[in-house]
Antibody, heavy 123, light 108 residues
Framework: QVQMVESGGGVVQPGRSLRLSCAAS????????MHWVRQAPGKGLEWVAL????????LYADSVKDRLTISRDNSKNTMFLQMNSLRAEDTALYYC????????????????WGQGTLVTVSS | EIVLTQSPGTLSLSPGDRATLSCRAS???????FAWYQQKPGQAPRLLIY???NRATGIPDRFSGSGSGTDFTLTISRLEPEDFAVYYC?????????FGQGTRLDIK
């Protein structure tokens, strides 16, 4: 069955870095665009970034552009999120989500989700 | 950016009732690019509806979606105890992908 497991979250001081991973199984990983979606404690969902199936196309939310970098290794069925210059407002549960896409770049809904990894930015 | 506004913020109903959840977009969204998700406490969101009215795999037929332009609706025909959760709408016509703020469906 489709499964995605996030890891790498933790408590980090403002301005520091963290790298999240999403290990996928049960489907042909290299055929799907993949996304990160986050949810601040007690809040709603916020799309963060997407990477196309072959890694050649990437989009970011304005709130994370230039600080977060999405990447993937199709040989290891794994996606990453390098988080630099972290801020208190980046505190959230970060979900890995599989995209079902049509039309233009970023025209995706999310048909499978991991359970998330919690990032807390605090001094 | 397309802003999605869900109403009501909280809906209190009883099992067996009909639930109607609304989502209004700040700009017109093609009906091919609208989805709904359910999220229960401590769980990841689950896809319910995509392309406005298509049920995802395994979703019961008491869930239905409709709408066009700027107004979209999720209807749950007869509420079951497991349907009480938070529901989010999403547009994926234009980048950035955006979600509504959620509607909490509570047991009355």
């Amino acid at each position: 069955q489709v499964q995605m497991v996030e890891s790498g979250g933790g408590v980090v001081q403002p301005g520091r870095s963290l790298r999240l991973s999403c290990a996928a199984s049960g489907f042909n990983f290299r055929s799907y665009a993949m996304h990160w979606v986050r949810q601040a404690p007690g809040k709603g969902l916020e799309w963060v970034a997407l990477i196309s199936s072959d890694g050649s196309n990437i989009l970011y939310a304005d709130s994370v552009k230039d600080r977060l970098t999405i990447s993937r290794d199709n040989s290891k069925n794994t996606m990453f999120l390098q988080m630099n210059s972290l801020r208190a407002e980046d505190t959230a549960l970060y979900y890995c989500a599989r995209g079902k896409c049509s039309g233009g770049m970023g025209s995706c809904y999310f048909d499978s989700w991991g359970q998330g990894t919690l990032v807390t930015v605090s001094s | 950016e397309i802003v999605l506004t869900q109403s009501p913020g909280t809906l209190s109903l009883s099992p067996g009732d009909r639930a109607t959840l609304s989502c209004r977009a700040s700009h017109s969204v093609s009906s091919n690019y609208f989805a709904w998700y359910q999220q229960k406490p401590g769980q990841a969101p689950r896809l319910l509806i995509y392309s406005t009215s298509n049920r995802a795999t395994g979703i019961p037929d008491r869930f239905s979606g409709s709408g066009s332009g700027t107004d979209f609706t999720l209807t749950i025909s007869r509420l079951e105890p497991e349907d009480f959760a938070v529901y989010y709408c999403q547009q994926y016509r234009l980048s950035p992908i955006t979600f509504g703020q959620g509607t909490r469906l509570d047991i009355k």
